[in-house]
């Protein structure tokens, strides 16, 4: 796993790193799951091949043309085919209750073949005429006069959406297996902004098709992001700030080198003092209070401009963490603005802009600290952590060569560097560099950490297992200890032995050393899945919500939630399927 820019041990890159595996072994986890998690494994992996396949089994034919091409989706025909008859329309109550049955058959159909023509000559309200008197004539309910009528009401201006969802609510209260139905449904659904019912509908789709239709693969993805996004908004606007996990905060705190606390005045205020306490505070790594005291801090007021430009740095980073982006600049800036050559400011603004996708303005802040003070290794080594997560791992590997010769007992710039030679291919060079840090530094179980995940990487799983129990023992001496050896641990039992018990006692493990450990979490809700426990995993999903800072991180998991609950919905509203499901995974091996 390689780390970002956010920390040395960042678990957002962790989880990046557990959706890789998850869509790189698709095949392998659908087989090896019910058919509720079948349906699950395929969707996560975002799976979607050659369109081939149909919907209703009555209406398997070639296809006259794409269902969304230039003319509109597909009219069907009832089979048999029948011959046209030309009877004036529209027809009374009383004269459809006198005709024959088949005759009320035939009628049916030839008022259906012409509103075909008429659709087909874009004449759609005149098309709609006919497919309503073919609903009324028909002598018994037909649900393609119901789903050709909402074709048309599709391609109106403007389009009738809400008439579309009714006609193909009644088209599939007939036949629940109507994919072409239930594709219209969704269309209209996705117009009208309601996103989840559209998600519902695609996905049974999808599913009914047996993953063959790749343009209905697609819209499960554009939907699901859609909603994704929509519901994410909701929540960012909507949430009072919260501190990430006890994993996350001390991974940020130690990608910068400790410095000596702040010299207090000689006559101290209460505000100097309260200061002290919160600096005390976070190399006790008590975050909480950490940033309690800081506020008290400032509102008490700090008496030197010095401890006044650490408190905002301090204040500045935690709000960071809270994602609380526009906060953090603020007192960020304000930090420079009292002791413009604070270096360390300086670098926590270019994260804070890189968040806002400011890449340029980001390298700006680390010349203006180079400019400051050449000589400071924290800067060039968060300056390779940017090159290193916009892919320039050549420059990344540079910038933390520098950091490594400026200061060499900071022991991530030796771990970035062989990650950002195995990024390069440069594979011997890597191995060669941890198994130096390895040894100058053989009481940090990141080392072996982070060694685990690439031999992890390479499929040397029994090598990977012995770095991470290594890492698992070194962190016993830390407080806290770091968990995220232990979740490594567990995906790489899982890929190597697919031991689900194993894996899942290593990841609650974790859990009893950081609750909120959302690797831990993520983890064991694609666990659940493989247990075909998908109402588990759904709980686990919506804690991973609840952990996660900022909003693409929210968008992310959401992402992952409720496509969990539409494929329930599925099973759910499709008992039958189950079996077909479980066929449907063994033959996509």
């Excluded at 011959?83 to 049955?101: G, H, Y």
């Excluded at 996905?203 to 929509?230: D, G, H, P, S, W």
Aim: net charge negative; aromatic share 8%.
């Amino acid at each position: 796993m390689a780390p970002t820019q956010a920390s040395n041990s960042d678990p957002a890159s962790y989880i990046d790193r557990l959706q890789e595996f998850v869509s790189e072994n698709r095949r392998t986890i659908l087989v090896a799951t019910a058919a509720a998690v079948a349906v699950g494994a395929v969707y996560y992996a975002t799976t979607s091949r050659p369109s081939s396949g149909k919907g209703r089994s009555k209406d398997r034919k070639p296809k006259k043309k794409p269902v969304n091409g230039p003319d509109g989706p597909i009219i069907e025909e009832i089979k048999p085919k029948v011959e046209e008859v030309n009877e004036n329309v529209p027809l009374s109550a009383e004269q459809i209750a006198a005709m024959p049955f088949e005759e009320r058959v035939k009628q049916a159909a030839s008022l259906k073949s012409r509103g075909n023509s008429l659709y087909q000559a874009r004449k759609f309200e005149q098309a709609i005429d006919l497919y309503t008197q073919a609903i009324q004539v028909s002598p018994r309910p037909e649900p393609v006069f119901y789903s050709n009528r909402a074709a048309c009401y599709m391609y109106m201006s403007p389009p009738q959406h809400e008439r579309v969802v009714a006609d193909c609510d009644e088209a599939l209260r007939l036949d629940s297996n109507y994919v072409k139905a239930l594709n219209r449904r969704a269309t209209a659904l996705e117009s009208l902004n309601r996103f989840e019912e559209a998600l519902r509908d695609f996905t049974a789709a999808t599913i009914l098709e047996k993953f063959q239709n790749e343009t209905a693969a697609q819209a499960v993805e554009r939907v699901l992001k859609k909603l994704a996004t929509e519901k994410a908004r909701s929540i960012v606007a909507t949430r009072e700030p919260r501190l990430p996990s006890q994993t996350f905060i001390s991974a940020y705190f130690a990608a910068f080198r400790k410095r000596p606390l702040p010299t207090l005045p000689e006559t101290p205020s209460q505000g100097d003092q309260t200061l002290l306490l919160a600096f005390e505070a976070l190399e006790a790594a008590d975050y909480p209070h950490t940033l309690s005291f800081v506020n008290e801090a400032l509102e008490q007021g700090i008496s030197w401009d010095i401890g006044r430009a650490e408190a905002f740095n301090l204040r500045g980073t935690f709000r960071f963490l809270t994602a609380d982006v526009r906060g953090a600049k603020a007192d960020l800036q304000e930090s420079l603005a009292l002791n413009p050559s604070f270096t360390q400011s300086l670098v926590k603004l270019a994260s804070v802009y890189m968040e806002e996708g400011d890449n340029a303005q980001a390298m700006k802040c680390f010349e203006d600290a180079i400019n400051l003070k050449e000589d400071d290794p924290d800067v060039y080594y968060h300056r390779g952590q940017v090159f290193f997560i916009t892919n320039d791992f050549s420059s990344a590997a540079t910038n933390y060569t520098k950091s490594s010769t400026l200061d060499p007992t900071f022991v991530f710039s030796h771990i970035q560097l062989a990650v950002a030679q195995y990024k390069l291919g440069n594979l011997a060079n890597s191995m060669t560099t941890f198994r130096r840090t390895m040894t100058s530094f053989p009481t940090r179980g990141e080392v072996c950490n982070y060694y685990g995940e690439l031999l992890l990487d390479q499929q040397r799983f029994q090598d990977a297992v012995e770095k991470f129990d290594r890492a698992i023992q070194l962190e016993k001496a830390n407080s806290p200890p770091n968990p995220l050896p232990l979740v490594n641990k567990a995906l790489a039992i899982f890929q190597w032995r697919q031991d689900l018990p194993a894996a899942e006692a290593l990841c609650r493990d974790a859990l009893v050393l950081d609750p909120s450990c959302e690797p831990a979490v993520a983890t064991l809700a694609q666990l659940a899945l493989q247990k075909s426990e998908i109402e588990v995993a759904i709980t686990w999903f919506e804690k991973q919500v609840e952990m996660a800072r900022g909003e693409a991180e929210i968008t992310a998991a959401l992402t992952y939630l409720e496509a969990s609950r539409s494929q329930l919905q599925f099973i759910r509203n499709y008992p039958q399927m189950a079996e077909q499901l479980s066929q449907i995974a063994r033959g996509m091996m």
